[in-house]
Each structure stands twice: as structure tokens, then as C-alpha cells.
């Protein structure tokens, strides 16, 4: 790494303490002076004011002129730490983060996409922030990174992280039911390891369907393994009886090929017994993967 | 109904000389005496309401996972929460309540210049109040969206986003009348001598709330029509995949809803502005900076909205200009804050129940109004916008502010308006346990905003949970002291010792008529000579 990078979090953090600083020392003056004129001057010490004065211009000069250049101050200095967050370094590794309700799909640049955000140790990472739905909000509160992901709008953050390690995103914009659950992780990982993972290809070569799930943010709600989540899981699925609610009415429906079908692409039309009616349309959906996703299902026993 | 007879009986004044009783005396009156209190009922209802639900989602955040609730109950009890307190009680609040009790005594008129107006504001406010309670019991139930109703959830949920939006849409009208109502009244209706030099700076801050509500709140009005029209017409102002603009949006909520919290603060500042000065037996110090910094914070108040947006995709530039006028409105609240400390100077200062609240106002408000800087500066505010954090800073400025004022204004002017008092031991007791509960649940929630845990939040990560246990046990001694106050006010207003005369020795105009105040207010014109913190010159010991 170019050791003259300032990180983000070396850019915000000094300011943070420049406005901590300057804040509890007023707040202190502020509580001792009050502290201090309630004690003197109670009436049972002072049972009579000994003043009645009614202002003076060199007093309301002195604190309208001293808070506006340290205000000032804490305007120029907080500008210059944001400059740093939007100047992307250049080489930056771009990565595209995809917020869906309700989780985080990460794309690299040969089209591999993963759940959790792998980095290489050292090196720059440019995330574009998208939405595929509602806001939602990229935010790394290790690196002091936030960014809201507005459907139609490209916006980014950059960071880097100078220590391997495993560093928590959250959601900040609030986006729904799941909202506090769109949790994913930075896996910051030496860049040697990091090359090897991006080109190794699927693994004993997996359902493509599985790939799909992620990709469209199905996994947000549901588990592949029998666990509960938001949603019910899709585990044996294919097959069962499923209880559900289906305009208005509660009804058992065996969950064959057209059932899988229309969960999909009408989420609200029959609704399983015990679960919000909250899951979206998936909007960006071919026939093509449909077909996969379907027939993943069919096998996941 | 038999304690109010009791009251009356004991105490005569506008509660018995026009000669009505019974509830339509009071719903269909056009005293303002008689509104304020309407009001004041009404958003002290709304306050222990949204102070319920305040409790619960606290709760429900004691532990990480399910403790209470599910995770769309959690979402949709804090837009309710959110929703009551800002446009049922903190929007109205103190103009509407002891605005409408006190400020046309304090500048010596028999009532506000357009009594009936006056009426259908209250009546606008409970028809809003009606719809929005409707929205969270029919069709897709409470909306869940956040009381800032941010697109495109807002026009995607199937909650009852447009019932509730439409009552706050009625809302607004309700403030946008008592905004005229008051203006009018306090450039039409002075009395002799009472010029703008004298103006009470309670009458001050009220002036300047009043041109915000006249010229904001059209903003507000339009915007939630327009998340109707997207909800019901499709009309996709907002939606990107057909040419319109989430951001967009939030430029026209934050707009209005900005200012609005010079709504919830100015007459908070101006109700602190009476009570110092009594209470410390001196002229309120730098009487012309306090009321030009209310002007000041109301004009330039206007310009900031976008410092809640910094992290939308505005554009830097825009980030820039509204971070600089950001730290141009936090000066003359300073002013304010130094006036304030400054009159207690040499004065000679008694520590009763109205006092303790206006210097806990002024402490609680500092606190925010200086976490307020962490949020303006563009660097630091990435990191905690969108944080606990925040919450922790909006609660200290309008619970510890505004909420602590209100009730300073209560123990304050109510037993003149009842002719009895409240005991002061249990004020003094309630009081106290408020104020440790109140640091005790925000301070922690703003450090568990430094510390990353997002706001609007269900469940968090397990690092976060010693300190959500701290803020939980935090509020129950809240509600403690919440509990004592208003049981010891409603006890001593009611049933307490009589009232009577002007212990406290004020010298604005409403310590000059009898306890309580006659239907008409003045027994004669009043021609005011003297200012209204000159103690001397009102012949107050
Ligand atoms: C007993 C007193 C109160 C308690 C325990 C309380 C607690 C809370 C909690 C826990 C949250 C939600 C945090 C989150 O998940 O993001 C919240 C949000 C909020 N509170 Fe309070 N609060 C109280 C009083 C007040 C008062 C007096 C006001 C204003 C006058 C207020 C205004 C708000 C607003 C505007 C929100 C944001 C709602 C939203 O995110 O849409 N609260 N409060
Ligand atoms: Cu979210
Ligand atoms: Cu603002």
C-alpha cells in the first residue's frame, strides 16, 4: 500500500475529537458558571440581587464573535474530512454492493458475486451502492463509511482496510420488517489469498439456482438449510402441504411446480400461515432463471 | 365532573363568570383561556401516549432478539410513537397550549385577534388527531414507515400510509391558523404602552413560531398529498423507473420539517426566557439579543434542511453549503444559552419547581444543541446520521428541551390559571428522577450511536447489548418521575392549597389580574409602563 494514504478513518476521526474537545469544554464552562451562580447567589445567600443589570454590548460581541469562529473552525475542518471520503484513491478496486430487502449482494469485476464483502489487505475499494428496491444505506461503522443505495441513482464510498480482518456493514436507511437483520461483513483477507478466491471457480460445482437465490437476495429471508428466518425456509418445500392464506381465506395447498411459480412472481397472492405478507416482487427476474431457481427447488429436500 | 365544580367553586374566574358549564362550554368556547387549556389536555394525552410507546420500544430493546414484540409491531410502534409525539404533541405543544393561555394577557388583550379561528384551529387538530388514530386500526394497519414517511417504502407498504399522512395533512392546516391567529394578535391587539420593546420574549419566541408555521407548513401539506397521489394514482413523481426522484422527497419533507423544529424549540426558549428572570429577581440579561436571535434562528433556520441529507447522494457541493449554514443557526442559540447562565449572575435565585425544569432546559438543551455540531460537520455526521445517535440528539433537544419546558411552563402558569397549587416536595422529587432517567436513557444512546448501531432498529449485534440494557433501565426511572409530577400536578391543581396573587413576583402582564383571570381578562384597559423583567418597576417585592 502507498503508505501516504490517509484512511477514512484517519480523516474523520481527528474531527471527531477537535468537536468532542471543543464541545465538553463549553459544556463545562456552561455547567460550572451555572452551578457556581445557583450556589452564590441563592436566596439564602443572596436575599436580594445585587445587580440589575441589563445586558452589555462588549459581553454579546465577545460570545456571538468567539462561537462564530469556532463554529468556523469546526465547519472547515469537518469539510476537509469529508473531502477525503469522496476522493476515491486512484486504482481503486471497484466492487458494486447491491442492497435488496433485506440483504447485501456483492458483484466484482469478473462477475463473481458473493454475501459478504471480500477485500484484499492494502488496496483501495471503490463500492458503487445500488438498490434494487427501496433506500437502504451502505454503512461501515469501522471505517466511517455510510452511503444511502437509492434505486436509480449511482452513489459510492471508498475505504481500506489496513489489517485483515472481519468488519461489520450495517443497514442504516431504514428499508422495512428486516431492516436491522441486513447485516453482512467485510472479510478483509492478504491480497494473495484474496486473487485465489476470486478465481477459484464454484465449488464441487453447486445448483446454479443456489448462485440465483443469492444473486436476487432471496436469502435475506429464507434458509436453504431448515432454519427460520423472516421468511419460511425453502428446505422440502417442493412437495409438502403448505398452510397458507390466500385472499383473505386460510387453506392447505400442496406446493407443486405452479404453487413455486406463483409464490414467486405474485409473493402476496397466497400467503404462508404465520408470516407477514411482506416479500417483494422480484423485479429484475428472466424466465430463464425462474426455470433454474424452480428446478434448484425441486431438488432441495 | 364533580372535581371541576369543586375547582371552580374555590376558584371563580373565567371557570365560572360567563355562567356555562358542561362540555359544550369548553368545546364550543372561543376564550382563549379556554382553548389553551382544550389543548393542553389534549397534547398532554398525546404525550403520555407516545411516552407509552416510548417505553415500550425501549423495552422491546432491553436484549438483542425478541423480547417483547415482533419486528413489524417494533417498526410500526415507533412511526406511531414518532408520528404522536411530533404532530400531536411536540407541533402544537406549548403555542397551542400556554400560548393560548398566556400571551394574550401577557400583551394586554381580552383575547386572540380571531377568537373563532382560534376554535376551528382545536377542532382541526382532533379532526386530524381522529384520522390519524383511524389509520393505525383499519385497513393494512399502523404505518411502518418512520414518522418521515421517506419514498419508496412509503409508497410501497401496504400499511395505512395514506390515512395517517392525511391526518397530518389536516394537522397542518391546525397550526397554520394559530400561526395567523397569533401574528395578527400580536401586531393588532397590544395594549396601550405595550410596545414591541416590552413584548414578554415568550410573546417574542411565539411571534417567530408563528411565521414559521404560516410559511412552512404549505410544504409539508403538498408533499404528503403528493405521497398519496403516488400511493393511490401511481403518479411516480418519485419513482425513478418512470423519471421521478426519491431525493427529491426528502429536499421537500426536510424543508418544512426542519424548520419545524424551530416550531418545537423557539417557544421552549421563550417560556425559559419568563421563568429565569423571576425566579432569579433580575432582568433577563441581553433582553434585545434573546429576541433578535428568535428572529434570527427562524429566518436562517429556513436554509439547512439539507444537513439531514448528507449522505443521500446530494452533491458535494450542496453538502458544503448546507453544512456552513448549519453552524451559522447554531450561533444564536449560544447567545441564548450565555444570556440565560448570564442572568443568574448576582441575582438572587430560588430553586423552586419552575426553576429547576428552566435550568435543566438549559443544560439538556446544550447537550443537544452541542451533539448537534457532531452533526453538522460533513465528516463526523457520515458516521453517526442514521445512528442512535441521532435519536439520542433529537430527544435531548425536544424531550430535554422542549418536553422539560413544557412542564417548567406548567408548574409555572397553571395554578394561576387553576387558583390552586401543586406540593413542592414531590415536584422537586419527580423532577430529579426525570433528569437522572432522561441523561441516563439518551447519553447512552448517543454512545451507541458513536459506537455504530443504526436507529429504526429491532435487533442488534451482541457488542451492542450492555449499553441497550443501561438505556432500558434508564427510561423506567424516567417514567418514575414522569409519574410523581403529573400525579402531584393534577392532584394539586385540582384539590392542592389555594393560589393566589403573584408569589413569585412576576412582572408581566398576566401576575397583574386576578387568580384565575376573568372570562375578560382585564377589569379595565391596562396601559402598560414598565418592562416586562423590570420587577422594580412593576412595584413585585
Ligand atoms: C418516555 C419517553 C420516551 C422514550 C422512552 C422514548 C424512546 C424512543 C425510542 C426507543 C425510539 C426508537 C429508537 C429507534 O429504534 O430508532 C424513539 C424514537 C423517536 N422518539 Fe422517542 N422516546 C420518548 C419520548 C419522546 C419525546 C418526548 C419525543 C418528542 C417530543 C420523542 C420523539 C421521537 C421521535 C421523533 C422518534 C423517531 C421515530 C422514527 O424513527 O420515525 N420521543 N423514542
Ligand atoms: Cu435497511
Ligand atoms: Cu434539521
Redo the contacts between chains.
Keep these: 500500500m502507498d503508505n501516504q494514504l490517509l484512511t477514512t478513518t484517519q480523516?474523520?476521526d481527528p474531527?471527531?475529537l477537535f468537536?468532542?474537545a471543543?464541545?465538553l469544554l463549553?459544556?463545562i464552562g456552561?455547567?460550572a458558571?451555572?452551578v457556581w451562580?445557583?450556589i452564590r447567589?441563592?436566596?439564602s445567600r443572596?436575599?436580594?440581587?445585587?445587580?440589575?443589570?441589563?445586558?452589555?454590548l462588549w459581553?454579546?460581541i465577545a460570545?456571538?464573535a468567539l462561537?462564530?469562529l469556532l463554529?468556523?473552525a469546526?465547519?472547515y475542518?469537518?469539510?476537509?474530512?469529508?473531502?477525503?471520503?469522496?476522493s476515491v484513491p486512484p486504482g481503486a478496486l471497484p466492487i458494486t454492493a447491491v442492497g435488496r430487502m433485506w440483504s447485501w449482494s456483492f458483484q466484482y469485476q469478473n462477475g463473481k458475486t458473493s454475501a459478504k464483502l471480500y477485500v484484499p489487505v492494502g488496496k483501495p475499494i471503490q463500492v458503487n451502492v445500488e438498490s434494487r428496491?427501496?433506500?437502504h444505506?451502505f454503512?461501515i461503522?469501522?471505517f466511517?463509511?455510510?452511503?444511502?443505495a437509492?434505486?436509480?441513482?449511482k452513489?459510492h464510498v471508498w475505504f481500506v482496510a489496513t489489517r485483515p480482518g472481519s468488519y461489520?456493514i450495517?443497514?442504516?436507511?431504514?428499508?422495512?420488517?428486516?431492516?436491522?437483520?441486513m447485516?453482512s461483513t467485510v472479510e478483509a483477507i492478504p491480497a494473495d489469498k484474496f486473487a485465489a478466491w476470486l478465481n477459484e471457480g464454484p465449488k464441487g460445482a453447486p445448483h446454479p439456482g443456489l448462485a440465483l437465490l443469492e444473486k436476487h437476495g432471496c436469502l435475506g429471508c429464507h434458509s436453504v438449510d431448515g432454519s427460520q428466518k423472516?421468511g419460511p425456509t425453502l428446505k422440502g418445500v417442493f412437495g409438502s402441504k403448505v398452510p397458507v392464506t390466500r385472499g383473505g381465506k386460510p387453506s392447505v395447498v400442496l406446493a407443486d411446480e405452479a404453487y413455486l411459480r406463483e409464490s414467486i412472481l405474485a409473493p402476496?397472492a397466497a400467503v404462508v400461515e404465520g408470516f407477514?405478507?411482506?416479500m417483494?416482487v422480484t423485479a429484475d427476474l428472466s424466465e430463464a432463471d425462474l426455470k433454474v431457481i424452480v428446478d434448484y427447488l425441486k431438488g432441495l429436500k | 365532573m364533580s372535581s371541576v365544580q369543586t375547582t371552580t367553586a374555590a376558584a371563580g374566574g373565567f371557570w365560572r363568570d360567563s355562567g356555562k358549564t358542561g362540555i359544550g362550554s369548553w368545546i364550543f368556547s372561543t376564550d382563549h383561556k379556554r382553548i389553551g387549556l382544550l389543548y393542553l389536555y389534549s397534547v398532554l394525552g398525546f404525550f403520555l401516549v407516545g411516552a407509552t410507546l416510548g417505553l415500550l420500544l425501549r423495552l422491546e430493546l432491553m436484549t438483542p432478539g425478541r423480547t417483547i414484540m415482533g419486528a413489524t409491531t417494533y417498526n410500526a410502534l415507533f412511526t406511531v410513537h414518532g408520528v404522536v409525539m411530533i404532530f400531536l404533541f411536540i407541533i402544537p405543544g406549548i403555542p397551542a397550549s400556554f400560548g393560548n393561555l398566556v400571551m394574550p394577557i401577557q400583551i394586554g388583550a381580552r383575547d386572540v385577534a380571531f377568537p373563532r379561528l382560534n376554535l376551528l384551529s382545536w377542532w382541526l387538530y382532533a379532526i386530524g388527531a381522529l384520522v390519524v388514530l383511524t389509520a393505525l386500526f383499519t385497513g393494512g394497519g399502523a404505518p411502518d414507515t418512520g414518522w418521515t414517511f421517506y419514498v419508496p417504502f412509503s409508497a410501497r407498504t401496504g400499511t395505512n400510509v395514506s390515512v395517517a399522512v392525511f391526518g397530518v395533512f389536516i394537522l397542518g392546516f391546525s397550526s397554520i391558523l394559530t400561526g395567523i391567529n397569533f401574528v395578527t394578535t400580536i401586531h393588532r391587539l397590544r395594549a396601550e404602552g405595550m410596545n414591541w420593546g416590552r413584548l414578554p420574549l415568550f410573546v417574542w419566541s411565539l411571534y417567530a413560531t408563528a411565521w414559521v408555521q404560516i410559511l412552512a407548513t404549505p410544504i409539508i401539506a403538498i408533499t404528503l398529498v403528493l405521497v398519496i397521489a403516488e400511493r393511490v394514482l401511481g403518479t411516480g413523481l418519485f419513482d425513478p423507473g418512470r423519471g421521478g426522484d426519491p431525493i427529491m422527497f426528502q429536499h421537500l419533507f426536510w424543508i418544512y420539517s426542519h424548520p419545524a423544529v424551530y416550531i418545537m424549540i423557539l417557544p421552549a426558549m421563550g417560556v425559559v426566557s419568563e421563568i429565569i428572570p423571576v425566579f432569579s429577581r433580575k432582568p433577563i440579561f441581553g433582553y434585545k439579543m434573546i429576541a433578535f436571535s428568535s428572529i434570527a434562528i427562524a429566518a436562517a433556520g429556513s436554509l439547512v434542511w439539507g444537513h439531514h441529507m448528507y449522505t443521500s447522494g446530494m452533491s458535494d457541493t450542496a453538502v458544503m453549503v448546507f453544512s456552513f449554514l448549519t453552524f451559522i443557526v447554531a450561533i444564536p442559540s449560544a447567545i441564548k444559552v450565555f444570556n440565560w447562565v448570564s442572568t443568574l449572575y448576582r441575582g438572587s435565585i430560588s430553586l423552586e419547581a419552575p426553576m429547576l425544569f428552566a435550568l435543566s432546559f438549559v443544560l439538556l438543551f446544550s447537550i443537544g444543541g452541542l451533539s448537534g455540531l457532531i452533526l453538522g460537520a460533513a465528516a463526523t455526521d457520515v458516521h453517526v446520521h442514521d445512528t442512535h445517535f441521532v435519536v439520542g440528539h433529537f430527544h435531548y433537544v425536544m424531550f430535554g428541551g422542549t418536553g422539560f419546558a413544557f412542564f417548567g411552563a406548567a408548574h409555572y402558569w397553571l395554578p394561576k390559571f387553576y387558583g390552586r397549587r401543586y406540593k413542592e416536595k414531590p415536584a422537586l422529587i419527580g423532577w430529579a428522577l426525570m433528569f437522572v432517567g432522561f441523561n441516563v436513557t439518551y447519553f447512552t444512546m448517543q454512545v451507541l450511536g458513536i459506537r455504530g448501531m443504526p436507529r429504526r432498529y429491532y435487533d442488534y449485534l451482541p457488542e451492542f447489548a450492555p449499553l441497550n440494557m443501561v438505556a432500558t433501565v434508564g427510561s423506567w426511572i424516567l417514567a418514575a418521575g414522569l409519574i410523581i409530577m403529573i400525579v402531584n400536578l393534577w392532584r394539586g391543581l385540582f384539590w392542592g392549597e389555594p393560589f393566589q396573587g403573584n408569589p413569585w413576583g412576576g412582572a408581566t402582564l398576566e401576575w397583574s389580574v386576578p387568580t384565575p383571570p376573568p372570562t375578560e381578562n382585564f377589569e379595565e384597559e391596562p396601559v402598560v409602563s414598565h418592562g416586562p423583567y423590570d420587577f422594580k418597576g412593576a412595584g413585585v417585592p
Aim: charged share 15%; net charge negative.
Design positions: 480523516a474523520v474531527v471527531f468537536i468532542f471543543a464541545c463549553l459544556l456552561i455547567t458558571a451555572m451562580f445557583v447567589y441563592h436566596r443572596a436575599p436580594e440581587p445585587t445587580s440589575q443589570a441589563e445586558g452589555s459581553l454579546e460570545w456571538t462561537p462564530t463554529v468556523l469546526m465547519f475542518y469537518g469539510w476537509s474530512g469529508y473531502l477525503t471520503l469522496r428496491d427501496v433506500l444505506g454503512y461503522p469501522a466511517r463509511i455510510k452511503r444511502d437509492v434505486p436509480g441513482m452513489n461489520d450495517f443497514c442504516s436507511q431504514y428499508c422495512g420488517t428486516s431492516h436491522s437483520g447485516i423472516v402476496t407477514p405478507p411482506i417483494p
